[in-house]
């Protein structure tokens, strides 16, 4: 199951704050690894699943259309980002997913995997999800 949550955010004269990821909302006793990334226009990245990570997405700034399948039964679902309206997903195993910046410009997300990346064990698995 996909869980979406909306993010309160914060603001003042000087800044815009929210609070991405907590420990109450992780069920592990280690940590995994933190990504930054950068989205160019037009970019789709993803088309894969894991068997064994979940994955935390929350956009920063832009907007991204996610496009998930549920590996086991088939079930196609697509969700859009936009950083006016933050929020935050998990995406559990099993889900083959891909993101599309639908962005202007440049997208920027943070991304939590529950394991980190390890070359020789590597928890990802090719399955197209995109359009293109």
């Known amino acids: 199951m996909i869980d979406i949550f909306n993010l309160e955010l914060l603001s003042n004269e000087k800044r815009d704050l929210m609070s991405c990821l907590i420990s109450s909302d992780l069920n592990q006793k280690t940590f995994g690894q933190l990504y ?10 993803g088309n894969h699943y894991h068997k064994f990570k979940d994955e ?16 086991n039964t088939g079930t196609k679902k697509q969700i859009i980002m936009d950083s006016s309206n933050p929020s935050k ?26 394991l980190p990346f390890n070359k020789h064990t590597e928890d990802k698995f090719p399955h197209k999800v995109s359009p293109s």
Not at 89 to 114: D, Q
């Open 36 to 45: 930054g990334i950068k989205l160019k226009k037009d970019a789709i990245v």
């Open 56 to 71: 935390w997405i929350v956009l920063i700034n832009g907007k991204i259309k996610i496009y998930l399948e549920d590996i």
């Open 89 to 114: 997903i998990r995406i559990p195993p099993y889900f083959s997913h891909a993101v599309e910046n639908i962005s202007e410009g440049e997208s920027i997300l943070i991304e939590y995997a529950t």
